[in-house]
């Protein structure tokens, strides 16, 4: 049976289990899509339809692949907008498929900007499909690039609108699986043998645990090994961080933990020392096990002495079954390291326990991350934060209990991701009450886009932390700092956002009491329930105080 390429497009998207495709405003397939049955959610520029993709394939752990379209062709506006966004999937190897419009036959050369030539660093494959029978050929070729390996963009251009037709019966489509690769046994067998000699081994667990959605395997394989759980920011809620072994991802406990280890065990992880993540001390007289996914990360930063390279589930089912070999069933629960790590967590508490407690006015931003924990329920939610302030203080007391119970992102920290990373949230969780923890940059970004939140009816709520300016732009982290020149934004009686944004269609309060804190919570969560987005701006003080990252 013949059919439109683009509607034959739309069917093998449907077939893929794709449930919505994220748009800016346009493209040779939202027709088809219409047509097809396929949601279309329409944000209100090309990088937040990029970005709910990439999210929504965040926080379904590898399950579902976010699809956007953007505009392209001859008039690339829309794609050189979304670069940004391919770019933040890219580095944070997020799988998403990206369509736009290709360049039309004979149009070549017409553009200064060749869409290849400016994609093709920071995606995992550019398809072409420049047939109509191509479409199953391509998208194929999608879907195995996007579930198979380390996860990362694609981009898939199509001639335009009404690009003629093929043949459903002679080019058929099914669905591609994706491919995961088990490590090899002998490299499973001599990271355990180094797991077992150790005297301090510290597991480190990064993202790849959840590409693989494998944090039940993870905790099996921590309760059998009794070790240690450090997680980094893009790991954090793969291990349930009020177990006894878990030592969070940054701070003093985790500094006391890296510093005094033998045995770095990573699991998931790159192993890359960035500007959001931790630092292996004294790297070259440490044991390294680096079990990961890609082979690119293996000796990168650090000399790894037993790589172990395979998809993260795989490899902890392969880790548990050695471990339970090499020792009987596991080893024994071991109270001193318990103990050390419960006086650590107790020592954490005295010195941001009376934070969260707080009455001060400006309110201390840790008295609203204190709130909300006591107002959400930690076992059905989603929390996110900025970039600035609000990613290093909520990383560091936030108690994440529930895979994706919290997102942490940022190889690169784009402001404004929260947003985007709540609404694929919501979209993926309809159940759990969605946060996103914002500063005052991260609002700028997300302005535009807040409309789209009220036609949709997505209850999720923004906080938005404002205190007056880039808090970590100040005197000191920049020598000098960028104040006063560039550091400070208008106060809230000049610029009032929760005013603005309740015109928008928020429900939409400013707070100023700590006792008003856990009530205006309670009422924005009472709105969301009725498929509403609330919006909480808290008058804040600057308070640039969090866990630190291991530098060297
Ligand atoms: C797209 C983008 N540009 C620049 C930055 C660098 N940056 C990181 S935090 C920040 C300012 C954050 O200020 P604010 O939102 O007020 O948060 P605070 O730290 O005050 O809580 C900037 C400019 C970034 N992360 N992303
Ligand atoms: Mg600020």
């Given at each position: 049976?013949?059919?439109?390429?683009?509607?034959?497009?739309?069917?093998?998207?449907?077939?893929?289990?794709?449930p919505?495709?994220?748009?800016?405003?346009?493209?040779?397939?939202?027709?088809?899509?219409?047509?097809?049955?396929?949601?279309?959610?329409?944000?209100?520029?090309?990088?937040?339809?990029?970005?709910?993709?990439?999210?929504?394939?965040?926080?379904t752990?590898?399950?579902?692949?976010?699809?956007?379209?953007?505009?392209?062709?001859?008039?690339?506006?829309?794609?050189?907008?979304?670069?940004?966004?391919?770019?933040?999937?890219?580095?944070?190897?997020?799988?998403?498929?990206?369509?736009?419009?290709?360049?039309?036959?004979?149009?070549?050369?017409?553009?200064?900007?060749?869409?290849?030539?400016g994609?093709?660093?920071?995606?995992?494959w550019?398809?072409?499909?420049?047939?109509?029978?191509?479409?199953?050929?391509?998208?194929?070729?999608a879907?195995t690039?996007?579930?198979?390996?380390?996860?990362?963009?694609?981009l898939?251009?199509?001639?335009?609108?009404?690009?003629?037709?093929?043949?459903?019966?002679?080019?058929?489509?099914?669905?591609?699986?994706?491919?995961?690769w088990?490590?090899?046994?002998?490299?499973?067998?001599?990271?355990?043998?180094t797991?077992?000699?150790?005297?301090?081994?510290?597991?480190?667990?990064?993202?790849?645990?959840?590409?693989?959605?494998?944090?039940?395997?993870?905790?099996?394989?921590?309760?059998?090994?009794?070790v240690p759980?450090?997680?980094?920011?893009?790991?954090?809620?793969?291990?349930?961080?009020?177990?006894?072994l878990?030592?969070?991802?940054?701070?003093?406990?985790?500094?006391?933990?890296?510093h005094?280890?033998?045995?770095?065990?990573?699991?998931?992880?790159?192993?890359?020392?960035?500007?959001?993540?931790?630092?292996i001390?004294?790297?070259g007289?440490?044991?390294?096990?680096?079990?990961?996914?890609?082979?690119?990360?293996?000796?990168?930063?650090?000399?790894?002495?037993?790589?172990?390279?395979?998809?993260?589930?795989?490899?902890?089912?392969?880790?548990?079954?050695?471990?339970?070999?090499?020792?009987?069933?596991?080893?024994?629960?071991?109270?001193?390291?318990?103990?050390?790590?419960?006086?650590?967590?107790?020592?954490?508490?005295v010195?941001?326990?009376?934070?969260?407690?707080?009455?001060?006015?400006?309110i201390?931003p840790?008295?609203?991350?204190?709130?909300?924990?006591?107002?959400?329920?930690?076992?059905?939610?989603?929390?996110?934060?900025?970039?600035?302030?609000?990613?290093d203080?909520?990383?560091?007391?936030?108690e994440?209990?529930?895979?994706?119970?919290?997102?942490?992102?940022?190889?690169?920290?784009?402001?404004?991701?929260?947003?985007?990373?709540?609404?694929?949230?919501?979209l993926?969780?309809?159940?759990?009450?969605c946060?996103?923890?914002?500063?005052?940059?991260?609002?700028?970004?997300?302005?535009?886009?807040?409309?789209?939140?009220?036609?949709?009816?997505?209850?999720?709520?923004?906080?938005?932390?404002?205190?007056?300016?880039?808090?970590?732009?100040?005197?000191?982290?920049?020598?000098?700092?960028?104040?006063?020149?560039?550091?400070?934004?208008?106060?809230?009686?000049?610029?009032?956002?929760?005013?603005?944004?309740?015109?928008?269609?928020?429900?939409?309060?400013?707070?100023?009491?700590?006792?008003?804190?856990?009530?205006?919570?309670?009422?924005?969560?009472?709105?969301?329930?009725?498929?509403?987005?609330?919006?909480?701006?808290?008058?804040?003080?600057?308070?640039?105080?969090?866990?630190?990252?291991?530098?060297?």
């Open positions: 049976m013949k059919v439109k390429a683009t509607n034959g497009l739309a069917r093998i998207l449907k077939a893929e289990g794709v919505w495709v994220s748009t800016f405003p346009v493209s040779g397939m939202n027709n088809a899509l219409g047509e097809e049955g396929v949601p279309i959610i329409m944000m209100r520029d090309e990088r937040y339809a990029v970005a709910i993709a990439d999210a929504f394939s965040r926080v752990c590898g399950k579902k692949i976010g699809v956007c379209t953007v505009m392209g062709g001859v008039n690339p506006a829309g794609l050189q907008v979304a670069y940004g966004a391919i770019a933040q999937a890219f580095e944070d190897g997020s799988p998403l498929i990206c369509i736009t419009d290709g360049v039309p036959l004979g149009a070549s050369g017409n553009s200064h900007y060749d869409m290849d030539l994609l093709k660093s920071v995606t995992k550019i398809g072409h499909i420049d047939m109509p029978h191509r479409v199953p050929e391509i998208m194929r070729r879907f690039y996007a579930r198979s390996g380390r996860p990362g963009p694609v898939v251009t199509i001639p335009g609108r009404g690009f003629g037709e093929y043949d459903e019966d002679e080019y058929p489509y099914t669905p591609v699986k994706g491919w995961k088990a490590p090899d046994p002998e490299d499973v067998k001599a990271a355990v043998k797991l077992l000699v150790a005297k301090k081994p510290l597991l480190f667990v990064g993202e790849g645990v959840f590409r693989a959605d494998a944090t039940d395997e993870l905790l099996k394989f921590v309760e059998m090994a009794q759980v450090l997680t980094t920011l893009k790991g954090k809620s793969a291990f349930p961080e009020n177990h006894s878990s030592i969070g991802v940054r701070g003093e406990l985790a500094d006391s933990f890296l005094s280890c033998d045995l770095l065990f990573a699991i998931g992880s790159s192993l890359s020392p960035g500007r959001f993540g931790q630092t001390p004294d790297a007289h440490k044991t390294i096990v680096q079990c990961t996914i890609n082979e690119l990360d293996v000796n990168k930063s650090y000399k790894v002495d037993h790589a172990v390279v395979g998809d993260a589930k795989f490899t902890l089912q392969a880790l548990i079954d050695e471990l339970s070999r090499q020792t009987g069933g596991g080893v024994k629960s071991n109270q001193t390291l318990i103990n050390e790590i419960k006086a650590g967590k107790k020592q954490l508490s010195k941001y326990g009376p934070l969260m407690e707080s009455d001060d006015k400006p201390n840790y008295r609203v991350y204190g709130d909300l924990m006591k107002t959400i329920d930690l076992n059905s939610s989603f929390v996110t934060h900025e970039s600035g302030n609000t990613r203080q909520s990383s560091t007391v936030y994440a209990v529930i895979p994706r119970g919290y997102l942490g992102w940022g190889n690169v920290s784009t402001l404004g991701f929260s947003l985007a990373a709540t609404i694929a949230a919501k993926a969780y309809p159940e759990r009450q946060v996103a923890l914002t500063g005052d940059a991260g609002v700028g970004y997300m302005l535009g886009n807040l409309e789209a939140l009220v036609r949709y009816n997505i209850g999720i709520t923004i906080i938005h932390i404002n205190n007056g300016g880039f808090a970590g732009y100040g005197p000191g982290f920049w020598g000098e700092g960028h104040d006063p020149y560039t550091f400070v934004v208008s106060e809230h009686s000049v610029a009032n956002y929760s005013e603005a944004v309740k015109n928008l269609g928020f429900y939409a309060e400013y707070i100023s009491e700590p006792s008003e804190i856990i009530p205006a919570l309670k009422r924005a969560f009472a709105e969301n329930a009725q498929n509403r987005p609330a919006y909480l701006e808290f008058a804040c003080s600057k308070y640039p105080v969090f866990g630190s990252w291991v530098t060297k």
